[in-house]
């Protein structure tokens, strides 16, 4: 057995900085979200079936009224987004960029991703762009006040 396959949840919270998204994480990461794909493809699935039994039903009582239900549409996009959200996040892991923050750079963080594994956003750019401000490394650019620019 491999060390991936022991590593736990306490050993990824309790490992160091230097080991922030190394080989065995970022394997520890991509069986998660594995696993949270199987789940959803799952719950997709049902409401696939939901579906098809729309269809049936349509066929055998065509003057029934089969307009969807707005609940069942809403879902099937909301696990289509998640379906997405997850395929992106495994991609950054193949590319070495899954855990940081595609703002900043900086570590999103092991507690954070252990909540939300799809996270894009480190902790602190959020709360940033949620209040109307992005954060981007690097200097502060301002627009520039063509009052006070000289000829």
């Known amino acids: 057995m491999s060390m991936v396959e022991k590593l736990t949840v306490r050993d990824v919270v309790s490992a160091g900085d230097d080991a922030y998204m190394n080989e065995d994480q970022l394997e520890f990461f991509r069986a998660r979200l594995l696993r949270l794909r199987e789940e959803t493809q799952r719950r997709f699935g049902v409401s696939s079936e939901g579906a098809n039994r ?4 349509a066929i055998q009582e065509p003057h029934r009224d089969m307009r969807p239900d707005r609940s069942v549409a809403e879902e099937s996009e909301t696990l289509s987004i998640r379906l997405w959200e997850i395929d992106a996040a495994l991609a950054r ?12 750079g900086e ?8 909540a939300h594994p799809t996270a894009t956003v480190s902790t602190n750019s959020r709360e940033l762009i949620a209040g109307g401000r992005e954060h981007r490394s690097g200097p502060e650019q301002r627009p520039l006040d063509l009052n006070r620019a000289t000829a």
């Open 54 to 57: 729309t269809v049936e039903i």
């Open 93 to 104: 892991v193949r590319v070495g960029t899954y855990g940081y923050c595609e703002h900043t």
């Open 107 to 114: 570590p999103i963080g092991v507690r954070r991703l252990l």
